[in-house]
């Protein structure tokens, strides 16, 4: 199975902000309820990614409330991130691998089209197995065989 078959869910889930957005600007996405935030040029593609341990680090740095850091400076610039079509098995792996939550999906120049979470590629890869265990259940069966 394809990324693609999971991009609806992917791009309801993706939140963006420009590279020269205040990190304020990404620590009140974050608190709205996004876990990853992609973060973009002034092109659209993406540059990087700012999670909730990044603004707590860069904030930890500021003097009260005045933390006006560029996203930029605080972002996660070394991204995993995945194309539709990619293979979910892959994916998954590399997700598991590395211990990661969401990936970014991109096009094929770089742009952001989603993010794909962790829970809902093993849902539906989990899914996968059960109608391959079904199948091989009713093939020993002898059930629709007559």
């Known amino acids: 199975m ?4 999971l991009l609806p869910g992917a791009r309801e889930r993706l939140v963006t902000i420009g590279s020269d957005a205040p990190l304020m600007e990404a620590a009140k996405l974050l608190r709205a309820g996004t876990d990853l935030i992609v973060v973009c040029n002034p092109a659209g593609r ?5 999670t909730k341990t990044d603004v707590v680090g860069q904030i930890s740095h500021c003097q009260g409330s005045s933390c006006v850091t560029p996203a930029a400076i605080v972002m ?3 991204v995993v991130i995945c194309h539709p079509g990619d293979w ?3 994916i998954w792996s590399t997700m598991k ?3 990661l939550k969401n990936i970014p999906v991109t ?3 770089a742009r ?3 993010v794909l979470n962790a829970r809902d590629a093993l849902q539906v890869l989990l899914k996968e197995v059960e109608n391959e265990e079904s ?3 009713d093939y020993v069966m002898s059930v629709g065989y007559q």
């Open 46 to 50: 993406l540059t990087g990614v700012i």
């Open 2 to 5: 394809l990324v693609e078959r």
């Open 97 to 99: 691998e590395r211990g």
């Open 107 to 109: 096009d094929a120049e």
């Open 76 to 78: 996660t610039r070394d």
């Open 88 to 90: 979910l098995n892959d």
């Open 135 to 137: 199948l091989l259940r």
């Open 112 to 114: 952001p089209v989603g």
